[in-house]
Nanobody, 114 residues
Framework: QVQLVESGGGMVQAGGSLRLSCAAS????????MGWYRQAPGKERELVAA???????YNAPSLKGRFTISRENGWNRLYLQMTSLKPEDTAMYYC????????WGQGTQVTVSS
């Protein structure tokens, strides 16, 4: 079983940057892929970015390269660097193990003001 704890969210003005961090613990050997999701009020949860064991990544096309996913020390720490933030990026951001078995963090709120 894997436990995930996100941090780094907060309030930022449009055009600013934030780096989200996800600390993973537990059976990290079971992880083959991780990702970041977000969910805005009244909207479905969507995949923002994902990272596979082989280093390949997925980034949501709508973000046009503004966000970058990375990791440190294996799967111990997952990051999401967000730049050129827009008010529409306001959402709860979740760290997730995207390979089986799935795991989710509790989320960290990102609010972008105009």
């Amino acid at each position: 079983q894997v436990q995930l704890v996100e941090s780094g969210g907060g309030m930022v003005q449009a055009g600013g940057s934030l780096r989200l961090s996800c600390a993973a613990s537990g059976n990290l050997a079971s992880i083959n892929a991780m990702g970041w999701y977000r969910q805005a009020p009244g909207k479905e949860r969507e995949l923002v970015a994902a990272l596979n064991e082989d280093g390949s990544t997925y980034n949501a096309p709508s973000l046009k390269g503004r966000f970058t996913i990375s990791r440190e020390n294996g799967w111990n720490r997952l990051y999401l660097q967000m730049t050129s933030l827009k008010p529409e990026d306001t959402a709860m951001y979740y760290c997730s193990v995207t390979s089986f078995p799935r795991a989710w963090g509790q989320g960290t709120q990102v609010t972008v003001s105009s």
